[in-house]
């Protein structure tokens, strides 16, 4: 009795061994399934470096442009260019001293890269009575060369949805870029407007 109870356990142990090898291979292969999956994500939003050299060449000659999307976008982008950025902020120097601006500014912290977009380069825009979150913001090509490279940057970075949305803003400005016409006459379209704003194909929208 003793002994068949004995063989029993043996054979249930060694089977509770075996279920649990081969949970832990199938978890492996599992992790390397995702592994590779990120990888190859991580690869497609990606930008090659001569392509991406030749982009900011061509933004860096750029006067100014005045991009308009959500603060939350902008906040994304100057964040990673800048150091640190808010949705609230309209601008990138401290104003004068007084009570209404401190609880805004009083715990920033030293930029990264200088912005450089003083009063009157950001402006929320409303629509209708209530505000949307839809900002202008007037980039010089110093900024936008900013922005360029730390989106390339992130692109390659491992987290999936932050590798993403880069890659999207970057390829969104890289639009603008494209319109770059190095052969046409100076100063024809300065502070052309470029909004990042993708919307929904009308015909899909029920009212």
């Not at 061994?17 to 832990?24: D, V």
Request: aromatic fraction near 8%; glycine fraction near 4%.
């Amino acid at each position: 009795m003793l002994k068949t109870w004995r063989e029993e356990y043996r054979a249930n142990q060694a089977a509770r061994r075996r279920i649990e090898l081969e949970q832990w291979e199938q978890e492996k292969r599992w992790r390397e399934e995702d592994r590779a999956a990120r990888q190859k994500a991580v690869a497609e939003n990606a930008v090659d470096l001569a392509v991406h050299n030749a982009n900011v060449k061509a933004a860096a000659s750029v006067s100014y442009l005045t991009l308009v999307c959500h603060e939350d976008t902008w906040t994304f982008m100057a964040t990673r260019a800048f150091g640190q950025w808010k949705p609230e902020w309209t601008q990138s120097v401290k104003p004068p001293l007084t009570a209404s601006w401190a609880p805004t500014w009083a715990e920033q912290t030293n930029f990264t890269v200088d912005p450089n977009l003083p009063e009157g380069r950001i402006k929320k825009l409303p629509s209708g009575t209530a505000r949307t979150g839809m900002q202008q913001v007037l980039l010089s090509g110093h900024n936008l060369t900013q922005l360029l490279s730390s989106l390339h940057e992130g692109a390659k970075e491992e987290d999936v949805a932050a590798s993403a949305r880069c890659s999207r803003l970057y390829n969104k400005l890289v639009e603008f870029v494209n319109l770059i016409d190095p052969d046409a006459e100076a100063g024809q379209t300065t502070g052309v407007t470029y909004r990042i704003d993708d919307s929904l194909d009308a015909t899909h929208v029920k009212l």
